[in-house]
């Protein structure tokens, strides 16, 4: 299967959301998160459950379970989601 296009929304000429988030995240989060986005772009739509879900409206989203340090405890889990559209 060819690999497919990976496209981040862009709220302007500077600014895409989606990535000054991944800068703020923790080296190890960032490098979970990144290889689920190559995944989406190597499987395209055949990326499934747990990775990927169907969400309604042709819009899917991107899961990346992230373990993260809370101040009042040792450890919560936290799912991020990236949602994403299917073009024709």
Known sequence: MPKIAVVF???DA???PVLDWLD???????D?????IERLRDL????RRPEADYLRDG???L???LRQAVEKGPSASLRSTAS???TA
């Open 9 to 11: 929304y862009q709220e």
């Open 14 to 16: 500077k600014t895409v």
């Open 24 to 30: 703020h995240l923790p080296a190890k989060a960032q």
């Open 32 to 36: 979970k998160c990144r290889l689920r």
């Open 44 to 47: 395209g739509h055949e990326l």
């Open 59 to 61: 819009i899917y989203e």
């Open 63 to 65: 899961r990346v379970g």
């Open 84 to 86: 994403l559209q299917r």
